[in-house]
């Protein structure tokens, strides 16, 4: 399955406006919803009250936080939020994670800075940590380097497929290791030298594990320009997607599932600002239904 969605504010006054995007995007048939996660701003709405308000009035799409801020969510307490919302939802969630970065924020709220090794392994305690918490089974103990838990019974709901925003090879390793998907950081895509250095530290990491690299999904953030009319070029000088007419996205799209096994696109609008409603209804009505039917 190839995933279709699109990224919305978290802008406290862009409230209204967010609301009636999501409603658009679930009544149009697109599979992902997205919103970010920053909790140190206060002009910004956290990022799982926000999702549980749009997944509570919408019927079809999932939602994803994209990526959740681990270093500010203990993962135990994360596994409860992520498998609650999968019980209200009937599965419509995609748990999205992240090793943390902007260390000075996560510091004012009061949580501890970490050091990048040591980020990385709390990053990978936790995607292991939360993923033994769903499912049922026999309670669980974990007692890791920055996450424990002691006799915990695990939900009864399973956890969904967990995607990760690696950047570094640790990091990316982890993905490889113990992920269901990636999401390319800085809005990299299946052509830029991000993605072409990356995603072979995944395909490793997850063989050397006994995993099939095939299995761990490559999602992107795709922000861009739809226009009425076709453009003379759609890649900028560095190669990032500028955008163009439908037709002109549908033959991008097409050709990276076919030929770099994409299996997600989430629309973002230019600068990774949030689409408006005419581009929203183009991408949905015009470039998501043409894309799924030329890859079968």
């Not at 940590?129 to 009864?156: C, I, M, S």
């Not at 991000?194 to 995993?211: L, M, Q």
């Not at 043409?290 to 890859?295: F, I, K, T, Y």
């Amino acid at each position: 399955m190839v995933h279709f969605g699109i990224g919305v504010s978290t802008a406290v006054t862009a409230v209204p406006e967010t609301l009636q995007l999501a409603g658009q995007a679930d009544r149009s048939g697109l599979d992902l919803i997205t919103v970010s996660d920053h909790p140190y701003h206060a002009d910004r709405l956290d990022a799982y009250a926000e999702l549980g308000v749009l997944l509570g009035r919408t019927e079809r799409i999932s939602g994803l936080v994209s990526v959740t801020n681990l270093p500010t969510r203990p993962a135990s307490m994360l596994a409860r939020t992520i498998t609650s919302l999968s019980a209200l939802t009937g599965g419509r969630i995609v748990l999205g994670m992240g090793v943390g970065g902007l260390w000075d924020d996560i510091a004012r709220l009061g949580f501890p800075k970490l050091t990048p090794g040591q980020a990385v392994r709390a990053f990978e305690e936790g995607i292991r940590l939360v993923k033994l918490l769903g499912g049922g089974g026999a309670p669980v103990t974990f007692d890791g380097e920055f996450h424990q838990v002691t006799d915990l019974e695990p939900a009864a709901e399973e956890v969904p497929p967990v995607w990760t925003g690696s950047v570094g090879p640790k990091s990316l390793a982890v993905t490889g290791r113990v992920a269901d998907g990636w999401m390319p950081g800085h809005a990299a895509d299946w052509l830029s030298e991000r993605y072409r250095t990356s995603r072979p530290v995944i395909d490793k990491a997850a063989a050397d594990a006994g995993r099939d690299p095939a299995e761990i999904a490559t999602v992107y953030n795709f922000p861009g320009r739809i226009t009425a009319e076709p453009l003379s070029r759609t890649r900028a000088d560095d190669g990032r997607w500028i955008g163009g007419a439908p037709e002109q996205w549908i033959e991008e799209l097409t050709g990276a599932v076919l030929e770099h096994d994409a299996a997600g696109f989430v629309l973002f609008g230019p600068g990774g600002s949030t689409p408006d409603r005419t581009a929203a209804a183009r991408w949905a009505g015009e470039i998501v239904p043409a894309v799924r039917e030329a890859v079968g």
